[in-house]
């Protein structure tokens, strides 16, 4: 049984791997990555600096999705994130579920 678990749990895992990198590519495609690195601070934080931030946040994904959609200021400096209109709400929720990952 134990045995089984541990299949399915890679299994899970190498399934997972082609949402996480297509995740990555919707990030390019919708323009996420024109302010924000995965390991850097561009215009806005990294996405490891915000993973770091609300590790153990239960409510983080479903407050940053808002702000993805809305925009935001004053949580990482005076530089304000513009509103994405243009990401629908399940991939407001599938990007910070991906930037969290890191």
């Known amino acids: 049984m134990k045995k089984q678990l541990i299949g399915l749990s890679v299994l899970a895992a190498v399934a997972a791997a082609p949402a996480m990198a297509d995740t990555g590519a919707m990030a390019q495609m ?19 600096e915000v993973a770091a931030k609300y590790k153990g946040d239960a409510g983080a994904v479903e407050m940053l999705a808002a702000k993805v959609k809305a ?3 004053g949580v990482w ?3 304000p994130m513009p509103p994405n209109a243009h990401v ?3 991939e407001a ?10």
Do not use: F, N, R
């Open 93 to 102: 929720t599938q990007l910070v579920e991906w930037i969290l990952s890191h």
């Open 71 to 73: 925009g935001g200021s």
């Open 30 to 48: 919708k323009g996420c990555m024109g302010c924000h690195k995965v390991d850097a601070k561009l215009v806005g934080p990294s996405y490891q």
């Open 88 to 90: 629908s709400d399940a």
């Open 77 to 79: 400096g005076p530089i």
